[in-house]
């Protein structure tokens, strides 16, 4: 069982602000949202959602804190496998989350380390659904199996996961949507992907309940059913699926009492009841989510508003739903926020037809971050993933801004680059250099995709400006650009294998890490060569992978596996050497200098972040479980005093830390 001191970024951890990823989201599949916080968290906009191997729980309001919790988002790191669904407790207190190995966790929410309290494999394959009870004593579930001996649903008591009675099971083993009536008598309603029925069960026990005239009904849809929901009263329950249309049952029998046919011109992936019961949300294929008024007896169906967040993403009308703004999920944050999920992630919050004002998103990324650049003088930074997409964000908000458009956006997913980013630099006149596996480098300014682009003939490694200088590493060789123009010949071939690439401030020198042990540092000629000046080859023990200048140019500092080591540059000696700050446990990927060049933070894959003195070197601070997946950039903020650190990571996450507290405690 995953332990409670890695299951988040530790309490007493001085972060100040946290970026969660974007959901997961798979082309025809629901993407299941949970607006519902529970009656400990009675009046907050909590939203739950699977992203990655995460379970993220944010606020849609920057201000309001979760449970004992000093932060508006937190990320759960307790599965070992891509999650798939989160659900919080009707109580508040608890979140059952499961993953795509059928595995069911039950995690604290109101404990600030979120201690585990049950884990236990749920079914053979994905878990899809989740649903409690309204006491927060029974769960049940549903999802998808791998042979005809196991089952798609259960119900369990959320503690001991002791059998709660037996769930009918549907067609090929294939369901993802399950309710729980909220009060005694206790119902419960699973719905099947595959053979387009429902079944509704009494309990507990649960079992089946036998057909009696009209009721229960189960054959309402013609095609597979994607979500059902109850209302908070349990007087009604509804159900949509691949047959576009809506189904409304009563609470207790399951009689049907209304049915609205194609209300959408795609499949519904999902629906959700509002707080007060009288409104109906659905999310579609066609790019659309609707709100539709129900009657409290169920009899009436109404259509009231149409929300086409597809073409509010594209910015222009379109006959068919590109596949990047299909919505596979919606919810009710708080009973009364609309809120529904792209395929391309992105969330988008949904006025009221009441209330006014456009649609506004929720951006980010949820595929791993591989590259980051700050630009401080603009007071924004640019972030770049495996999927190729490119996120510009605030520096004071710390919030992500909008994604950079590529040229072709036709299916809404922004893909600019079409291989992972792995490289991004800041140009001399404010232009955001990106390159990535396609071998490619693109330009973006002030958040707009340019029409250039530069074609580096290998494989890029890293990349780094100076003041007007940028060098691109490859695998191939070195290509220097002067002013975002390419200005060598070619590709400077090197005979070495190399990681990380740095250029002086001056232009003048250029500092390359070898996977031989060793720091190459160059001259720059005046017709743009590059000319061996010095190896510093006995500084390590193992291959460097990261490089940073002190902002004063003096001090060179370089990371390997294990070893942080600082060389003068009028000389090339030794400031700190091997086996001192010798810490790090894997690849130490990124390094920051203080605004004053009197501290360093290091960041590696060991999911760690160090802070060193250069006035008490025998003193360090460590901070664990900052990244899942390993650190991947960051940088002091130079618009604030103190020691205000941002780092981004390979889980996608963006965190502030104050590290100025600790370090004036620890380097006293």
């Known amino acids: 069982m995953v332990t409670a001191s890695n299951a988040c970024i530790p309490a007493n951890a001085p972060v100040t602000a946290q970026v969660a990823p974007l959901p997961n989201t798979t082309r025809g599949e629901p993407c299941p949202l949970n607006g519902n916080a529970g009656r400990l968290n009675s009046g907050k906009s909590l939203l739950a959602y699977p ?14 804190t979760l449970p004992n919790s000093k932060l508006s988002s937190l990320v759960y790191r307790g599965h070992q496998y891509a999650t798939s669904v989160v659900e919080i407790s009707t109580s508040g207190a608890y979140v059952a989350s499961g993953d795509s190995r059928g595995q069911l966790r039950v995690w604290a929410l109101d404990h600030e380390e979120h201690l585990p309290k049950l884990e236990t494999t749920g079914l053979t394959s994905a878990i899809r659904a989740i649903a409690w009870d309204g006491e927060s004593k029974r769960i049940a579930f549903a999802g998808d199996r791998l042979d005809n001996t196991s089952v798609c649903t259960r119900a369990i008591q959320w503690d001991t996961a002791n059998s709660q009675g037996v769930l009918y099971q549907h067609q090929k083993g294939k369901s993802c949507a399950v309710s729980f ?16 029925k429902l079944h509704f069960h009494a309990g507990p026990p649960f079992k089946k309940m ?3 005239g009209d009721a229960p009904c189960e054959d309402a849809h013609s095609k597979g059913v994607n979500s059902v929901k109850y209302t908070s009263d349990g007087n009604l329950v509804a159900s949509v699926g691949g047959d576009k249309g809506i189904c409304i049952y009563d609470g207790k029998t399951l009689a049907l009492t209304g049915k609205l046919e194609g209300v959408h011109t795609g499949t519904i992936y999902a629906c959700e009841w509002s707080g007060d019961n009288k409104n109906l949300l659905t999310a579609s294929a ?13 009899t009436s ?4 508003h149409t929300w086409n967040v597809a073409e509010f993403q594209l910015g222009a009308p379109c006959e068919k739903a590109p596949r990047g703004g299909m919505q596979l999920g919606c919810t009710f944050v708080g009973g009364n926020i609309p809120v529904s999920v792209s395929t391309n992630s992105q969330l988008a919050v949904l006025p009221m037809p009441d209330a006014g004002g456009d649609i506004k998103l929720i951006t980010g990324h949820c595929a791993p971050i591989g590259a980051v650049a700050f630009d401080h003088a603009k007071k924004v930074f640019y972030t770049g993933d495996s999927d190729g997409i490119m996120v510009k964000w605030d520096f004071d908000m710390i919030k992500a801004v909008q994604r950079i458009v590529p040229a072709d956006n036709k299916d809404l997913m922004y893909t600019v680059h079409k291989g992972a980013i792995n490289g991004m630099t800041i140009l001399s006149d404010a232009q955001l250099l990106s390159c990535g596996w396609d071998d490619t480098a693109m330009y973006t300014k002030d958040g707009e995709l340019q029409d250039k682009n530069l074609d580096i003939t290998a494989q890029p490694t890293a990349i780094d400006t100076g003041n007007s200088l940028t060098a691109i590493l490859t695998v191939q060789g070195i290509l220097l650009m002067k002013d975002g123009a390419q200005v060598s010949a070619g590709l400077c071939a090197i005979s070495y294998d190399a990681n990380v690439i740095c250029v002086s401030k001056d232009d003048k020198k250029v500092y390359v890490g070898g996977n031989d042990n060793k720091i190459y ?28 200048l002190s902002n004063d ?8 596996t294990r070893d942080v080591c600082v060389y003068s540059t009028a000389d090339y000696s030794k400031i700190i050497g091997k086996s001192k700050w010798c810490f790090h446990l894997q690849k130490i990927t990124c390094i920051a200098w203080s605004n004053d060049d009197k501290h360093l933070a290091t960041g590696g894959l060991d999911d760690s972040v160090y802070l060193w003195s250069f006035e008490k070197t025998m003193r360090k601070l460590h901070y664990q479980f900052t990244h899942r997946g390993g650190v991947v950039g960051m940088a002091f903020r130079k618009d604030m005093e103190g020691l205000n650190l941002v780092s981004v990571g390979a889980d996608s996450c963006v965190v502030q830390w104050d590290f100025t507290a600790d370090a004036a405690a620890k380097f006293k």
């Open 51 to 64: 992203s990655g191997k995460f379970c993220v729980i944010q606020s849609l309001k920057d201000d309001e």
């Open 181 to 196: 009536k909220p009060n005694r008598p206790f119902r419960v309603v699973t719905g099947g992907r595959e053979d387009g």
């Open 210 to 212: 036998p057909a009696a």
């Open 286 to 298: 066609d790019g659309t989510c609707k709100l539709f008024e129900v009657s409290s007896d169920g």
């Open 301 to 304: 169906i109404t259509e009231k």
């Open 521 to 548: 540092v160059y001259d720059i000629t005046g017709d743009y060569k590059l000319t061996e000046a010095h190896v510093i080859a006995d500084g390590h023990l193992k291959p460097v992978h990261s490089l940073a």
């Open 553 to 560: 140019g003096t001090k060179l500092a370089a990371g390997d």
